[in-house]
């Protein structure tokens, strides 16, 4: 039982601790999960968010509930 516990601990840990490596070096993800994104583009906690990505060109980054309605638009 103690054995399950530790392991709990130490993988929340080092997930937690991947989670900050990856936003602190990603400026686009410091800016939203900062809010100065979520203000501009209305991005609240809860909200899903589609990213795609291209070597080329970057990323992109929009809310699920825009892609629905593109595709609703697309279907009718």
């Given amino acids: 039982m103690l054995v399950c516990v530790l392991a709990?601990?130490?993988?929340?840990f080092a997930g937690?601790?991947?989670?900050?490596?990856i936003i602190s070096r990603i400026p686009v993800l410091r800016w939203l999960?900062?809010?100065m994104g979520g203000k501009i583009f209305d991005i609240k906690p809860g909200d899903n968010l589609l990213v795609l990505g291209d070597e080329g060109q970057g990323l992109a980054i929009m809310k699920e509930?825009?892609?629905l309605d593109?595709?609703?638009?697309?279907?009718?």
Avoid at 8 to 12: E, H, I, M, P, S
Avoid at 16 to 21: D, G, I, N, Q
């Fill in 33 to 35: 999960i900062c809010g």
């Fill in 8 to 12: 709990v601990a130490v993988a929340g």
């Fill in 70 to 76: 593109m595709l609703k638009a697309i279907r009718s």
């Fill in 65 to 67: 509930q825009g892609l």
């Fill in 16 to 21: 937690a601790y991947l989670a900050y490596e």
